[in-house]
């Protein structure tokens, strides 16, 4: 059972609104006599008797200890000494049917805060009935549509710029509204694309509030209307082929399958837009609109939109377009899926990094990323540019890092002049794990081919050993190893925090660590021999890089103590490098 309470002045159509529908009579008696369902009149009392409803004294006649508290006498005209205010008397229906399924008021008066209580004005409660908002039983329940015809999912006869306001603020994502007004005496419907509240209204009080609107119609302009002139606003669905219907020019088509593409991206046919770019008698914007449709299409159909990349590739080559970057946004979704495609277009990419517009920059950044993932020797060209990113700290720096890192793959002595701003990326705590890591494993590579390069920063590095990340952790002790391929002395003060990572859960920070050890302990023995028996029992590590490293560890060491268990590996390990590595051991323990 739901509990209705209906105000009767500007909410019934016995004496509705001037301006906006009310609720139906028959509405209240209905839910009153033929449904089962609580209802009571709350504010002008005439409703009582026009309804055959109960009024304001049969609701405090049902509490008849609280009666002289709420009436008091009547008086010789019929009237009471009091009545409740509005929201008591919500508060003493409530009372009266404390397990009811839901409440719901209906007045012109704000009675929102009312604890409860839904409340709805008269102008709301109509569409809201009628879509099966309040309750999917009621007889009034139907399929909405527009007088236009289209389905809707919602609607409102806005009372003011607030409510509209809030209303637009729960459908931003609408394909399209349909709006009923009044100008000049006559009553318009227009299709549109979008509305908002006008912002220059927004901003001088002074002058009425107005809803700015884009009509769906791409030979149509832009226009206003007063908020007070609006009848009805509804949410609509546009079938795809009313974007273009009535496009008579390219220009037109272009910006008709743009707002399509926003909000249909499926339903736009690429060879169209591919028709429009080709073409050598446009202009500027019709161009624009062509690209900011595919780019949208490239979301959801990267695949389909490959045979683009001709086109792309010619208006890339095109200085001072204001587009570039939608060329580049459609190149890079097209690359996350098909990566080879844009490879060839790395040459034509590349001089975009040096753009002072941060989204063409940002853009191109993570084209050249995809392409040094797949091809490093074509993005190669791109390493100075890169680096200025990274030393700018601009917006893509963390696209810039990723893209050396990959290239270091192959070719880590032209990464070699980044290494510096590498490292301060590594040593930056306000980046993203993920983009340190990408540093880490960017320098080390650097490292492994010139040890001396990461001197400076071993202090810094050495920080990580204690990171939350076990992969920046990881990749931080084998930076260090590298180091130590030829500077044993700078990694030697660091053994005491090295010696806890030879046993953490992380296999590869173990290989790292026992790596970075089994060097120091070649030149400074004295120094890692405490470390002794944490070796001995990596010999039966399940990694055999592990115990590869702790054999030559033990075997710098002349480490006795560990012969029997050398003599279990040389002779039984399942890894020939092991093998090799623990008799290498024992003979310079024998020595």
């Given amino acids: 059972m739901l509990l209705f309470a209906f105000d009767r002045d500007w909410t019934v159509d016995v004496n509705p ?26 504010g002008n009392q005439t409703l009582a008797a026009e309804a055959a409803i109960l009024g304001v004294v049969d ?16 008086q010789p005209d019929g009237r009471y000494e009091q009545f409740p205010l509005r929201r008591e008397r919500l508060s003493l229906i409530a009372d009266l049917h404390p397990d009811a399924d839901g409440y719901v008021v209906v007045d012109d008066l704000d009675l929102s ?42 609607g409102i006869m806005p009372s003011d710029a607030s409510m509209l306001s809030s209303f637009l603020d729960d459908y931003t994502d609408a394909a399209g509204f349909e709006i009923t007004y009044i100008d000049d005496g006559t009553e318009r419907k227009r299709l549109c694309h979008d509305v908002s509240m006008d912002a220059v209204a927004l901003e001088r009080p002074s002058i009425a509030p107005a809803l700015q609107c884009t009509p769906l119609a791409p030979d149509s302009d832009q226009f206003t209307v007063p908020v007070d002139a ?33 909000t249909h991206p499926k339903e736009v046919r690429v060879s169209s837009l591919l028709s429009i770019l080709d073409r050598t008698d446009g202009d500027r914007r019709q161009d624009e609109n062509a690209l900011r449709a595919l780019r949208q299409v490239a979301t959801v159909r990267p695949t389909e939109c490959t045979p683009a990349i001709p086109i792309l590739q010619t208006l890339l080559a095109e200085e001072g377009r204001s587009a570039q970057v939608d060329v580049l946004a459609t190149l890079r979704t097209i690359g996350d899926t098909d990566p080879g495609a844009i490879v060839p277009l790395a040459d034509d990419i590349v001089p975009y990094l040096d753009s002072n517009i941060l989204s063409v920059r940002r853009e191109a950044t993570r084209c050249v990323a995809t392409i040094a993932n797949e091809c490093p020797e074509d993005a190669v060209d791109a390493i100075p540019a890169l680096t200025a990113i990274i030393e700018d700290e601009a917006n893509s720096l963390p696209h810039a890092v990723y893209a050396l890192s990959r290239i270091s793959r192959e070719y880590p002595e032209a ?43 071993v202090d810094d590095v050495a920080t990580l050993f204690s990171a939350e990340n076990p992969q920046l952790r990881n990749n931080a002790i084998a930076l260090i190893g590298d180091v130590a391929i030829i500077h044993t002395d700078v990694v030697e003060p660091y053994t005491e925090a090295i010696a806890p990572l030879l046993t953490v859960d992380d296999t590869y920070t173990r290989i790292n660590a026992s790596g970075a050890l089994s060097r120091v302990a070649d030149d400074f023995p004295e120094s890692v021999a405490h470390v002794t028996p944490t070796f001995i029992e990596l010999l039966s590590d399940d990694d055999p890089r592990v115990r590869e490293n702790g054999c030559w560890a033990l075997g710098y060491l002349s480490a006795k103590e560990a012969i029997s268990e050398l003599e279990d590996r040389a002779r039984g390990d399942d890894n020939a490098d092991v093998r090799k590595r623990a008799s290498w051991a024992l003979a310079q323990i024998n020595q």
């Avoid at 879509?131 to 009034?140: E, V």
């Fill in 230 to 262: 609006i009848e009805l606003l509804s949410v609509v669905e546009p079938p795809p082929e009313l974007y273009t219907a009535d496009a008579e020019t390219p220009a037109e088509e272009a910006l008709g399958l743009r707002r399509l593409a926003s």
């Fill in 415 to 457: 990464v070699k002049p980044v290494a510096e701003p590498l490292g301060e990326v590594i040593l930056d705590d306000s980046l993203s794990d993920t983009v340190r890591l990408n540093a880490t494993a960017g320098l080390g590579r650097v490292v492994g081919e010139h040890p001396s390069i990461a001197v400076e920063i």
């Fill in 113 to 154: 805060g009312v604890d409860g209580w839904d409340h709805y004005h008269a102008w709301e409660f109509v569409p809201a009935v009628k879509q099966g908002q309040i309750h999917s039983d009621l007889p009034w329940v139907r399929d909405i549509v527009t007088d236009g015809g289209l389905p809707t999912s919602a």
């Fill in 59 to 74: 609701i405090v006649g049902r509490h008849p200890d609280n009666w002289d508290e709420w009436l008091g006498e009547k």
């Fill in 17 to 42: 609104h001037p301006r906006h529908d009310a609720v139906p009579l028959e509405w209240v008696r209905h839910l009153a006599h033929e449904m089962p369902h609580a209802v009571y009149a709350i």
